[in-house]
């Protein structure tokens, strides 16, 4: 499945170092873009590394964010009431994210505080829908696109990323987005 250079999008995929979104994009003729404050593991030749917030109001048709949950997320409210200034300031960035002027915006994230602070999720998704034998529950706030479908429902399911044994790249590998969802929001939001 190829685009038309009429239907191409410039997509923004903000908070993305790994460029597997990015890149499903651009498999199909998109003028897609990653940005972070880290490198990016990938092609840098497609990649901003810079602050989010410095780009977010050029000309983008789509965005899709995935902010870091380190203040958000289920799995770390044991230290929440130690860090109410991290997490306010995290859920600040996500308004922002959400509020961008592009038109077509994505935002995802572990099932959190964002549900509860700023509103619910249009959609919770999960790897074993799109190909990989796996859990982790994953919540998506949309604006103007399209509920994430199903592509390929597998059995086999393990919550590998939850046992996850403690290292210094732990949160890079807990933060890579699947490829057979970065593929789905490629195909059907692109």
């Given amino acids: 499945m190829t685009t038309t250079t009429k ?6 995929v903000g908070c993305e170092f790994s460029g597997i979104v990015r890149d499903e994009f651009r498999k199909l003729g998109h003028d897609a873009w990653s940005c972070d404050l880290l490198q990016s ?3 840098t030749k497609y990649h901003i590394q810079d602050d989010l917030r410095s780009i977010l109001t050029q000309k983008w048709d ?4 995935f902010p870091p949950c380190t203040h958000l997320c289920v799995s770390g409210a044991r230290w929440f009431k130690n860090k109410s200034m991290e997490q306010q300031s ?3 960035f996500v308004s922002r994210l959400m509020l ?6 994505a935002i995802e994230n572990p099932v959190g505080v964002i549900s509860t602070k700023i509103r619910k999720p249009d959609q ?3 790897p074993y829908e799109y190909g990989h034998g796996e859990t982790k529950k994953t919540c998506l706030w949309l604006k103007n696109l399209p509920l994430l479908k199903p592509t390929k429902i597998v059995s086999g399911r393990d919550d590998r990323i939850h046992k996850m ?3 210094d790249t732990r949160w890079m590998e807990r933060s890579r987005t699947y490829t057979g969802i970065a593929k ?4 059907q939001w692109g």
């Avoid at 961008?100 to 915006?105: N, Q, V």
């Fill in 184 to 187: 789905a929001m490629a195909e």
């Fill in 124 to 126: 919770i998704i999960q």
């Fill in 90 to 92: 995290a859920l600040d």
């Fill in 62 to 65: 789509l965005g899709i964010f």
């Fill in 100 to 105: 961008s002027p592009i038109p077509k915006i």
């Fill in 165 to 167: 044994p403690p290292s």
């Fill in 41 to 43: 593991e990938g092609n």
């Fill in 7 to 12: 239907n191409k999008l410039r997509v923004l």
